[in-house]
């Protein structure tokens, strides 16, 4: 599965954007899919997780009741709806898909399959 993460850009503290996560050349139903973002000079982080259904999503704390993670409605589309940005959200997210339900371990990035390419969040006054 090829993925590709869109819909990144420069915005100022407190505004919001939304992510997107789309398959190409295959679809994105059955996988558990997950956020995660990496700025510079730091590790990748876990950000957001949401099952194949869409019925059970999970956050990092540093972005619970700020972000939300949704599948669209044919669930081949992945979505992060990013409120409140802080300049500390700034990285470049991923958005990463597993052909495992990872109900415990979905943190762990080392156990997705595939990854998107990555999109830019600047967040800057």
């Known amino acids: 599965v090829q993925l590709q993460a869109s819909g990144g850009g420069l915005v100022q503290p407190g505004d919001s954007l939304r992510l997107s996560c789309a398959p190409s050349?295959?679809?994105?139903?059955?996988?558990?899919m997950g956020w995660f973002r990496q700025a510079p000079g730091k590790e990748r982080e876990f950000v957001a997780a949401?099952?194949?259904?869409?019925?059970?999503?999970n956050y990092a704390d540093s972005v619970k009741g700020r972000f939300i993670v949704s599948r669209g409605n044919a669930k081949n589309t992945v979505y992060l709806w990013m409120n409140s940005l802080k300049p500390e959200d700034t990285a470049v997210y991923y958005c990463?898909?597993?052909?495992?339900?990872?109900?415990?371990?979905?943190?762990?990035?080392?156990?997705?399959?595939?990854w998107g390419q990555g999109t830019q969040v600047t967040v800057s006054s």
């Open positions: 050349g295959r679809t994105l139903n059955g996988y558990f």
């Open positions: 990463a898909a597993s052909r495992s339900p990872l109900n415990f371990n979905y943190g762990d990035y080392q156990l997705y399959d595939y």
């Open positions: 949401i099952n194949w259904s869409g019925d059970t999503t």
